[in-house]
């Protein structure tokens, strides 16, 4: 009789990922220099946590990419984040959480928390009843933006302005040129002109503009920046999972898919961090070379 076969060997199993601990970093991520504005927002509110912050750089802006890009491009920035130790991730990006925060919610063993434009509070805080909204093309046109419109906005109108060039401005250095300021002139008075009394910033690159915007208008607009309800919605999800950090605080790892000079020269700018900037490797499907 022929000899019986041998069994097969089992699969190796593989480990479970280590539970997150409370004093590990939180990883925040965003296309690229815009997140500062939630990292400022969330290091005033979380002084005793510790961040790691991603700018993907090399691929900014993400306006003009397809779904599928920005969703690799979080999906990859997101794990890279974990397997370093990540406790929990904020993806500072509208347009990234507009298009991929439903796939990476479900692929990541962390606590997630994405933006989106303030449309609700807008809403709750506009007296004429005309709102703009300046965001990305890409968060404009995707369904997670018109969810919000329909949830909160029935008898709002919303003049809603693609802010072309302003992403490359930041990422640039420019805040307050000239030229930027023409750029958002060109974008602000159709808002005006339709009665608006309310603009949110729906990219998180935006809020460095308000005080270019406020020397524009004035108080004829209402500014709607969400990076302190975002530091609010961290701290819950952070009491949620137990994960609150014992302090202190490590000085923020700022990394970069570029060289980080914009980085580096923003962040001690704007929140006067002056700190080195790291030039990561942050490999995707489509970006092998990233």
């Known amino acids: 009789m022929p000899a019986a076969p041998e069994p097969a060997a089992p699969k190796p199993v593989a480990p479970e990922p280590a539970a997150p601990k409370p004093a590990a970093p939180i990883g925040i991520f965003d296309s690229g220099l815009g997140g500062l504005s939630v990292l400022r927002a969330v290091r005033a509110h979380l002084p005793d946590e510790s961040f790691v912050y991603v700018a993907d750089s090399r691929h900014a802006p993400y306006g003009p990419r397809d779904q599928a890009f920005i969703t690799e491009r979080t999906l990859a920035i997101g794990e890279w984040l974990a397997q370093r130790g990540a406790k929990a991730l904020v993806v500072a990006c509208n347009t990234a959480t507009a298009q991929s925060i439903a796939v990476v919610r479900e692929r990541l063993a962390i606590p997630l928390v994405g933006v989106e434009p303030g449309i609700k ?37 919303f003049v809603c302005q693609p802010g072309h060039g302003l992403v490359e401005a930041v990422e640039s250095g420019d805040t307050g040129s000239a030229a930027l300021r023409a750029l958002l002139t060109r974008y602000l008075e159709p808002m005006l002109d339709a009665g608006a009394d309310t603009l949110v910033l729906g990219c998180t690159h935006y809020p460095f503009f308000a005080a270019a915007i406020r020397e524009l208008v004035g108080d004829r607009l209402a500014i709607v920046d969400t990076s302190d309800a975002i530091a609010r919605q961290l701290s819950r999800v952070l009491d949620a999972s137990g994960l609150r950090a014992p302090g202190p605080a490590a000085p923020p790892r ?17 929140l006067g961090l002056d700190a080195p900037v790291e030039s990561v490797t942050i490999s995707s499907p489509h970006t092998a070379d990233a």
């Open 121 to 157: 509070p807008a809403v709750q805080q506009s007296a004429s009843r005309a709102i703009g909204v300046l965001a990305t093309q890409a968060t404009l046109a995707s369904a997670r933006f018109q969810s919000l419109l329909d949830r909160y906005g029935d008898d709002c109108r």
């Open 254 to 270: 700022l990394c970069s898919t570029s060289d980080g000079r914009q980085l580096r020269a923003l962040a001690s700018a704007l």
